[in-house]
């Protein structure tokens, strides 16, 4: 607890420092390549009967939405005075973010890293290290995700002098919803910006379509426009099918209760033990999801979906042809959806946030065929 309302004290102070924005802003602008751009997917708009963007996330350097998070949690890092920082990480792309915010800020980085992960994200380690990080291997549990997470919170309790634990979504204790979601939210105001109706080339959004893992690059789009009356869908992971039990769709088909340190809807038995998740996509493969995606769903602010491993693959295939972006299996799952739905979305003008291109996963899809 001191660690959390320290840091809740540290993050109201800095968010509330023009000094701090300028040089996140800064390094948004010039390092990550922010704003990314909104691209109207031409052919697909056509075949679908429906207006097409997308906000290209993918494009953001080190290629998703993560940056994001990770440049504002390693510059606050800085001004707490602190020297090392700590994370976890499932498919490594939140590592990868996390290391490359530290090398460019000069941070002493250690990343957990489940020992199944780290088998099945190979390229990512070596991103890493090459960026100068330690991944820590964490053996406990299954060996992946939810052990990392849960390791990186055993490190932190011992070691908070010195270091800051930045977690990878809206998930965890607060202020980390809070402040990933605060950090993440320029997705949605660049949106109102480049979407605001001033021309036919910048209509207003009817629905805006995001795959929701721990939920931050959903919270990041939806959250400036939430309540504004656009129609807003997060897409969870079916995996094999809700039926089959193997999923990661926390919203759509779990039930309330409590996982490192929320309370919110998650995958659990009767006795109220965590579930593993399942996911084609490793960034969706989570048994929990924000807190704030909770209190959404409940007040009936977001529509929650699923969609399939298969179903997300095709969708790969489908932007990658017509389009010339591979976006990420996780990205996919959104896209899916939208084709699914195309009827009932017919003339309505959607973006889909592109949360990440699919470089990491072409290997992956590959092997599966
Ligand atoms: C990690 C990741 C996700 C899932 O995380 P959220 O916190 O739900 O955004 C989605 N897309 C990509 C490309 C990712 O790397």
Not at 93 to 105: D, E, K, M, P
């Amino acid at each position: 607890m001191p660690a959390l309302e320290q840091l809740e004290v540290e993050f109201t102070k800095a968010w509330a420092d023009p000094g701090f924005h300028q040089e996140l802003d800064d390094l948004l602008r010039d390092f990550v390549g922010r704003p990314t751009p909104v691209y109207r997917a031409a052919r697909l708009s056509d075949r679908l009967g429906i207006d097409l963007y997308l906000k290209r996330e993918d494009l953001a350097h080190t290629g998703a939405h993560k940056i994001n998070n990770t440049m504002g949690q390693a510059l606050l890092t800085k001004r707490m005075g602190k020297r090392r920082v700590i994370a976890e990480t499932g498919a490594g792309q939140h590592g990868v973010a996390t290391a490359t915010a530290c090398a460019l800020l000069g941070q002493e980085c250690v990343v957990y890293m489940g020992e199944k992960d780290i088998e099945r994200q190979a390229l990512n380690v070596h991103r890493m290290r090459m960026l100068g990080t330690e991944v820590r291997p964490v053996t406990s549990g299954a060996g992946t995700l939810k052990d990392a997470v849960s390791a990186a919170m055993r490190d932190w309790v011992s070691s908070v002098d010195g270091t800051h634990y930045i977690i990878g979504s809206v998930v965890g204790p607060h202020p980390f919803p809070w402040m990933v979601r605060e950090l993440q939210k320029v997705i949605g105001e660049e949106l109102l910006e480049q979407m605001d109706g001033s021309s036919p080339h910048r209509p207003v959004p009817d629905v805006i379509v995001a795959c929701v893992g721990g939920g931050s690059n959903a919270m990041g789009v939806f959250y400036p426009y939430a309540g504004s009356g656009v129609d807003l869908v997060g897409v969870e992971a079916a995996g094999f099918g809700l039926e089959s039990g193997h999923h990661g769709a926390s919203l759509v088909a779990g039930s309330p209760g409590v996982i490192h340190g929320s309370m919110t809807y998650l995958l659990q038995d009767d006795q109220g033990q965590i579930l593993e998740a399942h996911s084609i996509s490793a960034g969706l493969d989570y048994p929990g999801v924000g807190p704030e995606h909770s209190y959404f769903k409940d007040h009936g602010m977001v529509r929650y979906v699923s969609i399939t491993d298969e179903e997300a693959v095709e969708a790969v295939h489908l932007l990658a042809s017509i389009e010339g972006i591979i976006p990420a299996l996780e990205s996919a799952h959104a896209l899916a959806w939208i084709t699914k739905e195309a009827k009932s979305l017919e003339g309505k003008t959607v973006v889909l946030n592109l949360s990440g291109r699919g470089d990491k996963d072409v290997q992956q899809i590959v092997d599966a065929e």
